[in-house]
C-alpha cells in the first residue's frame, strides 16, 4: 500500500483563552488509513477535525493536509459535521443537498448531468436512492445522516472526515453505516470521532486516542476492547492517557499560555 | 367594477398593474432567501435607510433642479450603500449586528427627514413614501424597475446553487473552498435592489412584511427552493392585485390593504397546515 501522508501534525498546541485543549500533538495520518478518535468529551476530539478542516488555527506547532495549509486542501476533503444548523423546513430534496458537495465546481449556472449523475450514485452508495426525490426535511435522522454522508462523498474527497457519525442512529443503522464506511475506505483515507468503540473496532485500522494529548495504536496492538456498563470505551492499554485514568494535568505541563 | 373601467381607461392603473408584476417576480425569488436564511431583520434596516436617499433625491431635484435623480434611483443608492455597511461592518462579528442595523435603520429616517427640512418650498408629506404611492409609478420609475429585475433574475440564475448551500448551511459552502463572503454580500445587495421594488407598491414601513409573509406561506406546503419562489411570487401577485382592487372599490389606503390580505393569508395557510397535521396524526395512530 501506498504510504503518502495524508495528514501531518507536528508540535501542535490549542487554546481556547487560557485553556489549553490539545497539548503537543503530533500524528501522521498515511494514506488508506481508517482511523477512530475517542476519548472523553472535551478531550479535543472535534477541536483537532476542525483544526485539520482550517476552521481553527494551530497556536504553536504545524499541520499539513497533504502537505498544504489546510485551507489550501479543504477541496479535497469529505466533511461530515456532528450537528449542522438548518431550517427544518430547508426546501430542498435530498439530491439537492447532495449536489452541494459539488457546488465549487461551476462558478455560474446549475449542476450538469455528470454532477447529478454522480450524486446519484452517493446516494445509492448509501442507500438513499430512492429517496433522491424527497423533502430532506422530512427524512428522519437517520436518513438526513446518510444524505449528508452522501454529499461529502460526491465531493470525490481523498480524505473523509466524520464527527460522531452514528450519534442519530440506532444499533442496526450504526452498524451499516460502519460495514459501509468500511466499503469506501478501499479508495478513501477515514479518520472519524466516536464514541462507540465496539462498533468501529471491527472497520478501522487504527484508534487514536485523544484527551489533550494524542496517543495513535494500531487496532491489532490494542489487547481487548470492552463497552463498560455506562456506555463508554474502555479500552484495556495502560500506555495511552485516555485509558489509564489520570488527569491529564497530572502528567503534563502546559507551558504556552 | 369601477377598477377594470378605470384601467382601461387610465395609463397609471397600466403602471400599477406592471409595476406590481416585477415587484412580484423579486419578491417571490429573494423573499424565498431571506426566510430560508431567517434574515429578515435585515429588511427592516434596509428598508427605512430608503428614507434617506428619498430625501436626498428630493432635495437635489427641488434645490438643485437634478431633475433625472428620481427617489428610485435614491432609493436604491440608500438600499445598495446600507447593505454594503451592514455586510462589512459584521463580517466576522467585527461590530454587533444588532447595532449595525439599529444604526442604519435609524440614521437612514434621520437623513431623511434632514433632507427634507432643507428642501426649499413646501414641506413634504412623508405619507406616500412611509406608506405607498404605487398610484403614482411613472413610466421612468417602471423602467428602472424593469432594469433591478432583470439584474436580480440574472444573478440568481447564475449563482443559484451557491445561494442555495449558503442559505442551508454557510459552514458546508465555506468548507467546499467558496468564498462564504462574497456569496453572502451579493445575495444583501439583490434584498436591498427588491426591498426597493417593493417600497414603491407598500411603502418603506409595510415592505418587511411583504417581502416575508408570500415565501413564508409558500414555504408551508413547497418542498424545494424554485418551488418557494414560484408560489411566493403568485402569492405576492395575489395579495397586491387583491388589496389593489379591494381598496381601489373601497377607497381604502392599498398597502395596508395589501399587508392586511398577506397577514390574514398567511395565517388562514398556516392553521390548515397544522390542523391537516393533526389530522394525519390521528389518522396514523388509528
Known amino acids: 500500500m501506498d504510504t503518502s501522508s495524508i495528514i501531518s501534525i507536528s508540535h501542535l498546541c490549542f487554546s481556547y483563552d487560557a485553556r489549553e485543549i490539545l497539548h503537543e500533538i503530533n500524528l501522521e495520518i498515511t494514506e488508506g488509513m481508517f482511523a477512530a478518535m475517542v476519548g472523553p468529551n472535551g478531550g479535543g476530539k472535534t477541536t483537532l477535525l476542525k483544526l485539520i478542516l482550517g476552521l481553527l488555527t494551530p497556536k504553536h506547532g504545524t499541520i499539513k493536509v497533504f502537505g498544504h495549509e489546510p485551507q489550501a486542501a479543504r477541496k479535497r476533503i469529505g466533511y461530515v459535521p456532528q450537528a449542522i444548523l438548518y431550517d427544518p423546513n430547508f426546501p430542498a430534496s435530498a439530491l439537492d443537498i447532495v449536489l452541494m458537495g459539488r457546488v465549487e465546481r461551476h462558478l455560474f449556472g446549475g449542476y450538469r448531468k455528470n454532477d447529478r449523475d454522480i450524486a446519484m450514485q452517493r446516494l445509492h452508495d448509501v442507500g438513499m436512492e430512492d429517496f433522491a426525490r424527497n423533502s430532506f426535511a422530512e427524512l428522519s435522522g437517520g436518513q438526513r445522516q446518510r444524505v449528508l454522508i452522501a454529499q461529502a462523498l460526491a465531493s470525490e474527497p481523498q480524505l473523509l472526515l466524520l464527527d460522531e457519525p452514528a450519534a442519530n442512529l440506532d444499533q442496526a443503522n450504526a452498524k451499516t453505516l460502519f460495514d459501509l464506511l468500511g466499503e469506501l475506505n478501499h479508495h478513501v483515507t477515514i479518520l472519524l470521532v466516536s464514541h462507540n468503540l465496539s462498533l468501529v473496532s471491527n472497520v478501522v485500522s487504527h484508534i487514536i486516542c485523544v484527551n489533550q494529548t494524542v496517543d495513535m495504536h494500531r487496532i491489532q496492538d490494542v489487547p481487548s476492547v470492552a463497552d463498560d456498563p455506562t456506555g463508554w470505551v474502555r479500552l484495556i492499554h495502560q500506555q495511552c492517557p485516555v485509558i489509564n485514568g489520570k488527569k491529564p494535568d497530572e502528567q503534563i505541563h502546559p507551558h504556552h499560555h | ?286
Not at chain 2, 419578491?27 to 431571506?34: A, D, H, L, P, W
Not at chain 2, 405619507?127 to 440574472?154: H, K, N, Q, R, W
Not at chain 2, 442559505?167 to 463572503?181: A, D, I, K, P, Q
Not at chain 2, 392585485?241 to 399587508?259: F, H, K, M, R
Request: charged letters at 10%.
Open chain 2, 1 to 286: 367594477m369601477i377598477f377594470i373601467q378605470d384601467f382601461i381607461e387610465f395609463d397609471y392603473l397600466k403602471r400599477t398593474v406592471l409595476a406590481i408584476l416585477l415587484a412580484s417576480a423579486a419578491c417571490g425569488v429573494i423573499g424565498s432567501y431571506v426566510v430560508a436564511r431567517r434574515q429578515s431583520y435585515l429588511i427592516g434596516a434596509v428598508s427605512h435607510s430608503l428614507l434617506g436617499g428619498i430625501g436626498l433625491a428630493r432635495y437635489l431635484q427641488i434645490a438643485h433642479g437634478l431633475t433625472w435623480f428620481s427617489t428610485i434611483i435614491g432609493a436604491m443608492i440608500a438600499a445598495v450603500l446600507s447593505a454594503v455597511a451592514i455586510s462589512t461592518l459584521t463580517l466576522k462579528n467585527r461590530m454587533r449586528q444588532d447595532t449595525v442595523l439599529s444604526a442604519i435603520w435609524t440614521l437612514g429616517v434621520a437623513v431623511g427627514i434632514s433632507f427634507i427640512a432643507i428642501t426649499p418650498g413646501y414641506s413634504e408629506d412623508l405619507t406616500s413614501y412611509l406608506f405607498g404611492s404605487i398610484l403614482l409609478v411613472s413610466a421612468e420609475d417602471l423602467a428602472v424597475m424593469a432594469v433591478m429585475t432583470v439584474i436580480i433574475a440574472i444573478t440568481v440564475i447564475l449563482f443559484r446553487n451557491r445561494f442555495l448551500a449558503l442559505c442551508f448551511n454557510e459552514e458546508t459552502l465555506y468548507l467546499r473552498g467558496v468564498s462564504t463572503t462574497a456569496v453572502s454580500f451579493t445575495l444583501h445587495l439583490l434584498v436591498a435592489l427588491t426591498v426597493v421594488l417593493l417600497a414603491q407598491v407598500v411603502g418603506i414601513v409595510l415592505v418587511l412584511v411583504l417581502l416575508v409573509i408570500p415565501a413564508a406561506t409558500a414555504a408551508h406546503f413547497a418542498k424545494r427552493m424554485a418551488m418557494v419562489m414560484l408560489w411566493g411570487g403568485i402569492f405576492c401577485l395575489f395579495f397586491c392585485y387583491g388589496g389593489l382592487i379591494v381598496s381601489y372599490e373601497a377607497d381604502w389606503p392599498v398597502g395596508a390593504t395589501i399587508v392586511e390580505l398577506a397577514v390574514a393569508t398567511y395565517l388562514v395557510i398556516a392553521c390548515a397546515v397544522a390542523v391537516r397535521r393533526r389530522l394525519i396524526r390521528s389518522h396514523d395512530e388509528d
